[in-house]
């Protein structure tokens, strides 16, 4: 069999292990304010991936979740946002970076399978088409932070439980609260 072939069987079993890694690890295992997924200072609550331009390509991306709307979270907020959803959706932006840090690394099995500099290129391709999802990730969490900051300050004032003002917060694939 060809080595391109083994890659793209490898490839493609890699991915769907992760997406089912991704599905049935416990959410409450992660802490977006904790290594490896707080914000690192050099991100300066994202303004790093702005200057990447990831307001002009991350709506361009595939969303699982449109793929697979019964399996992947949807990204929209409602419009009446609980401290409780943007949480959860904290926690998913934590479980999407995994999973994409990951396929970036496990894709390096190319360079095995196919020995030379096809396995490379084909390894390098693989990861840097992830890296934008991981970069994604990173570039919402802090503002899905804030937001969740604001709930939480809302329901301990006691002036309710949800955010139902037009709290401006474009996450990705144009979602917003």
Known sequence: ?????????YL?????????LGRLLPKDWFS?????????PFERGGKIYEALGIRKWKDRLPDMSRILPRLIPSKALPKATSARQVE????????AELTHGLLCILGWGCIKLWKGAGGWVLWAL???GNLPFCMIQRYNRPK??????????KEHS???TQYEQGFDIKLQYGARA
């Open 32 to 40: 977006y304010g904790e290594a490896p997924f707080r914000a690192f």
């Open 1 to 9: 069999m060809h080595p391109l072939i083994k890659c793209l069987i």
């Open 12 to 20: 493609a079993a890699v991915g769907l292990a992760a997406f089912f």
């Open 126 to 128: 693989y990861a840097l």
């Open 158 to 160: 006691g002036k309710g």
């Open 144 to 153: 899905l932070a804030r937001l969740l900051a604001r709930l939480q300050a």
């Open 88 to 95: 959860a959706m904290l926690r998913e932006t934590c479980v």
